[in-house]
């Protein structure tokens, strides 16, 4: 029952419609105006007890009520007034309190301790507030240490000395607790920061070699040179879903997204079977390359792999939904420059004769075969069957004779 009543109080002023950034302050303050009016109403109980004069009793219950109204504030949602109330009242009995009951009482040592809280009370938007209360604090803590010439035992001389003894012990503890308990918050919110700091770094990390390979995420986070480097072994694949523009006036952009997703989101998983790099796709087209980033010594027979499985998953798609979907895919080996340009959206890319000739090799394939330059049937010839399909005039290239990869030997 006791934690319920201190949750619900301590959460004074949070409601739907509270911003995230304003939640952890407000609790914060909360829990620190409960803590004071406890230590108000036990020193109204002791006051009673040692008797002390009506006006140090009437100057406690008055710094209980003005703290109290805190709350009010909360619930009103003057967050900014409530925070700057309470600074400005707690400074003012404070000081009041050293002046009444002498130096040698150590009620200043929670002017400091106010100073630390009104770091943790404000957020960012409003240091310039923050900053003026730590001012008028610091001012308040100088005037009553140095500048009123306060006697030790101040302006109450007739207090009697038990009770002084026990202000000034319990002012003492309580500055001890007071460090305990904010130190504990310190090292609560820079663990939760360094926390959150490391998800977020592993989110963003994650979402960066998503887009990018993970060598080039790895240099890009260590540099923002320009990044261009030159592969002189690699194999390109093109391949594009046959009668696509088609299909696309038949189905609603719901179902043709759907159909994309499935089919590249299985294209995706195969390139990381086969260790290629996907580069993107285009509309229907899909882009993947091995030897890039990571050079490798068997790039054609990766990208031939890659091909012959893609085949797998259009032929399984269509028995699954009843569709006769083909796909056409071209494969050219030689060398490209690849590299990330740009500084937004950027992406990794390929360029260079290769990649054009790839494209041709796909554009000018036929529906359901892979088809091959004589460079890449040179590298596939000892362990991949192909048949020769002939000449081909090829755009921009003239003729070249071509070949069609079947399977594995």
């Keep these: 029952m006791l934690k319920r009543c201190w949750n619900h109080l301590i959460g004074i002023g949070i409601d739907s419609q509270t911003p995230a950034s304003e939640t952890r302050q407000i609790v914060f303050l909360n829990a620190v105006v409960l803590l004071v009016l406890i230590l108000v109403g036990q020193n109204i109980v002791f006051g009673l007890i040692y008797n002390v004069p009506l006006a140090l009793l009437l100057l406690f219950m008055a ?37 009444l009951m002498g130096t040698e009482s150590r009620w200043d040592v929670f002017l400091v301790v106010c100073v630390f809280l009104q770091c943790l009370m404000f957020p960012a938007t409003q240091r310039r507030w923050m900053v003026a209360v730590m001012i008028f604090t610091g001012i308040c803590f100088f005037a009553v240490d140095f500048a009123l010439n306060v006697p030790p035992k101040g302006f109450m001389q007739n207090l009697s000395a038990s009770y002084w003894d026990m202000e000034k012990a319990g ?59 030159d592969f002189a072994e690699t194999t390109v694949l093109f391949a594009d879903i046959v009668g696509f523009t088609r299909y696309t006036e038949t189905v609603s952009p719901k179902q043709l997204i759907s159909l994309l997703n499935s089919v590249f989101t299985k294209f995706d998983d195969l390139s990381q079977k086969h260790r290629a790099e996907k580069i993107k796709t285009i509309g229907d087209a899909y882009m993947a390359v091995a030897g890039v980033p990571i050079q490798s010594s068997n790039h054609a027979e990766q990208m031939a792999a890659l091909a012959l499985d893609m085949q797998q ?79 081909v005039d090829i755009k921009s290239k003239g003729f070249i004779k071509v070949f069609l990869l079947k399977g594995m030997r």
């Design 171 to 229: 002012n003492l503890v309580g500055f001890l607790f007071c460090g305990i308990a904010m130190g504990s918050v310190a090292f609560q919110v820079i663990n939760r920061a360094e926390r959150n700091l490391a998800i977020e770094r592993d989110r963003s990390d994650r979402l960066l070699t998503n887009i990018l390979p993970v060598p080039i995420a790895e240099r890009l986070k260590q540099s923002h040179d320009l990044i261009a480097d």
């Design 313 to 391: 998953v259009i032929a399984r798609h269509n028995r699954d939904t009843g569709q006769s979907l083909q796909i056409r895919i071209g494969l050219h080996s030689g060398p490209v420059v690849a590299g990330v340009i740009g500084k937004q959206k950027f992406a990794y890319d390929l360029w260079g004769d290769t990649v054009n000739t790839a494209a041709r090799m796909e554009a000018h394939g036929i529906p359901g075969e892979i088809q091959v330059t004589p460079e890449t049937q040179a590298l596939l010839e000892p362990n991949y069957h192909l048949e020769e399909r002939g000449w």
């Design 63 to 99: 710094h209980g009520l003005c703290i109290g109204i805190v709350l009010l504030w909360k619930k009103l949602r003057l967050y900014l007034l409530a925070r700057v109330w309470f600074a400005v009242a707690a400074t003012i009995f404070l000081s009041s309190y050293q002046v």
